[in-house]
């Protein structure tokens, strides 16, 4: 069971990582999406969507726009919220408490996306050269397999970002549950007011518009009243 588990979120993983920059862009590969789909494939939708709330705001300033490279929040959201489940499942455990411990874990884990990614990036230019060279030679075939591979470049950068993070969550929670549990059951109102609170301070310092800054908020509160609704 376990196993489906951490193979249909690689399958989410793989989709929505090349949502990202690949193809589609059907902004799939945000955390407010990313997360409730693959925890709904799970069977738990609630926990998606409080890890995709949590996560959003972190990195929504750093999109992957251009020569961009920022952590691969889609991947933390899709890792964090199967971690949870998994662990869930095997801890006999669940609550914010948990949620928080993986998000903890997750979030530094996801530096790892950065590295996959860029690499991906400077393959598919050399890749770009062989495209060339195709269409000088005639070889349209030889073309359309350049882009797939282009493709599968990303694909395999998705995947093993969410193997990374999901490999060291699955090992280190087990390990740290029974030590963070107490102390979060007290504070973890406050760790996960903290986290979307950090994620405004970082988008609020790149606006520059009164008007952005006030729909912003507006966003923000309707966010957070669904969040404490759920």
């Known amino acids: 069971m376990i196993s489906v588990d951490l193979l249909l979120g690689a399958l989410i993983a793989t989709i929505c990582g ?3 920059v690949a193809i589609l862009q059907f902004m799939l590969s945000r955390p407010i999406v990313a997360a ?3 925890a709904l494939v799970l069977g738990e939708p609630v926990v998606g969507l409080q890890v995709g709330l949590l996560v959003e705001l972190l990195w929504l300033a750093r999109l992957p726009v251009g020569a961009a490279v920022p952590p691969d929040d889609t991947q933390v959201a899709i890792a964090s919220s199967v971690m949870v489940i998994v662990s869930g499942r095997f801890l ?9 411990i993986c998000l903890l874990v997750a979030l530094p884990l996801g ?6 990614e860029h690499y991906a990036r400077q393959y598919n230019v050399r890749l770009s ?6 269409l000088e030679n005639g070889s349209i075939r030889a073309a ?7 493709l599968i470049s990303f694909s395999l950068a998705a995947i093993a970002t969410y193997a990374v993070i999901l490999a060291g969550g ?9 030590l963070l549990q107490g102390p979060l059951s007290y504070s973890s109102d406050w760790v996960a007011l903290a986290m979307p609170l950090i994620g405004i301070a970082v988008i609020l310092g790149t606006i520059n518009v009164s008007r952005a800054i006030t729909l912003f908020c507006a966003s ?3 966010a957070f009243l669904l969040m404490w609704l759920v």
């Open 18 to 20: 090349l949502d990202r």
């Open 36 to 38: 409730p789909l693959v």
């Open 92 to 100: 006999n455990a669940g609550g914010i408490e948990l949620i928080l």
């Open 111 to 116: 530096k790892v996306g950065q590295y996959f």
């Open 129 to 134: 050269k062989q495209v060339e060279l195709a």
């Open 144 to 150: 359309e397999w350049q882009h797939l591979r282009g």
């Open 170 to 178: 699955l090992t280190l929670v087990p390990l740290i549950w029974p």
């Open 220 to 222: 923000f509160g309707m």
